[in-house]
């Protein structure tokens, strides 16, 4: 039998680091905001769901 083995660390980032992290989820923040947009747009207009690839 297989046994997993899990690692916690705990992050303790700098200014610097902490600013880039708030910029990285403000952006992926925007993105999934943006594409949930569309999908509700598409919806609405009784087109067919966006995917991935589109």
Known sequence: M??????????????EQ??????????????FNRGL???KARYEAGDKKLGYAA
């Open 18 to 31: 902490v600013r880039k992290m708030r910029q990285f989820a403000g952006m992926a923040r925007f993105v």
């Open 2 to 15: 297989q046994r997993l083995q899990a690692f916690k660390y705990e992050l303790m980032p700098n200014g």
């Open 37 to 39: 947009a569309l999908q």
